[in-house]
C-alpha cells in the first residue's frame, strides 16, 4: 500500500486544471484516486477521459461519477437519454469526442454510433469502473453513502452517483471518513463564492465547483489526516448552449 493517498474530484472536461493537479502526482508514494466527473460541461471532455484510463493503467482508481453514468446511458439509449444529456453538459463531450458542430449535424442514434465505433477501449474502461474505494480508513466515494443502512455497502448504485441531503445531513457511524465530490462546497456552505474544503462528521467533500468558475482539488491524505489541499482555481464558467 503506499504511504499517501491523492484524490481527484470532478473535472468535469478541464484539461489544463486536471494536468496542474496532477504535477503534483507521484507514482511511487501516491495512491491517485480520480472520484468521478472527468467529462461533461468542459471543453476537454475527451482528453481528460483517455488521460484517466492511461492513469488506470499506471495504477490510479478512476471511479464512475454521474457524468460518466449519463455518458453510458445515452450511448445506449440515444433517442431517449439525448434531451437530459445536453442538458447536464453532454453536448460538450460529444463536440470534444465528435468535431465542433455534431451536435447539428447528426441524429443522437447516429452519434452515438460514431462514439462507439471510435472509442471502443475507452468505453469499455468506463462500464468497468467501481463506485467506491477504500484505503485504510479513508472512503473515497463520488456522491456519498446511504447512511441509514447498517452496511454502507449496501448503498444502492444510484445513491453511490447521486445522493446528496440526506447523506451531507445524517450522522456518519461507519467508522470511515468518507471523501467524496458530486456536490460542490459552494452548496454545502450555501455561499456562492465559497470553494474550500467541506468538513462534517468525518465527510470531507472536495467538489471545489471548478465548473461553474470555482477551483479544483486535489487533496493528499496519509493515515492521520489531510496532508496537503492543492487548489487551482477555474476561469471556466459553463453555461447551457445545446
Aim: with cysteine; hydrophobic share 35%; glycine share 8%.
Amino acid at each position: 500500500m503506499e504511504k499517501y493517498l491523492f484524490v481527484i474530484s470532478d473535472i468535469h472536461g478541464d484539461l489544463s486544471l486536471f494536468k496542474s493537479l496532477l504535477n503534483d502526482y507521484d507514482k511511487q508514494s501516491h495512491q491517485l484516486v480520480l472520484i468521478g466527473d472527468l467529462l461533461d460541461r468542459g471543453l476537454n471532455s475527451k482528453e481528460c477521459l483517455l488521460l484517466g484510463m492511461e492513469l488506470i493503467e499506471e495504477g490510479a482508481v478512476y471511479l464512475r461519477g454521474n457524468h460518466e453514468q449519463l455518458f453510458l446511458d445515452f450511448l445506449k439509449d440515444p433517442e431517449n437519454r439525448y434531451s437530459n444529456y445536453l442538458l447536464n453538459g453532454g453536448g460538450e463531450t460529444i463536440e470534444s469526442m465528435l468535431h465542433k458542430g455534431a451536435i447539428d449535424e447528426y441524429s443522437p442514434t447516429e452519434i452515438s454510433l460514431m462514439i462507439q465505433t471510435r472509442y471502443k477501449q475507452l468505453i469499455k474502461c468506463l462500464e468497468s469502473l467501481p463506485y467506491y474505494f477504500e484505503w485504510n480508513h479513508y472512503l473515497c466515494v463520488h456522491a456519498g453513502i446511504n447512511l441509514l443502512l447498517s452496511s454502507w455497502k449496501e448503498t444502492t448504485l444510484r445513491d453511490f452517483l447521486w445522493i446528496r441531503g440526506k447523506f451531507h445531513e445524517l450522522p456518519n457511524k461507519t467508522s470511515k471518513t468518507i471523501v467524496f465530490g458530486h456536490t460542490p462546497t459552494m452548496y454545502l456552505y450555501k455561499k456562492s463564492e465559497e470553494t474550500r474544503l467541506w468538513f462534517s462528521d468525518e465527510k470531507i467533500g472536495i467538489d471545489g465547483g471548478g465548473v461553474y468558475g470555482g477551483s479544483v482539488h486535489g487533496v493528499i491524505f496519509d493515515k492521520a489526516g489531510i496532508v496537503q489541499d492543492i487548489e487551482y482555481k477555474s476561469e471556466y464558467i459553463w453555461e447551457p448552449r445545446f
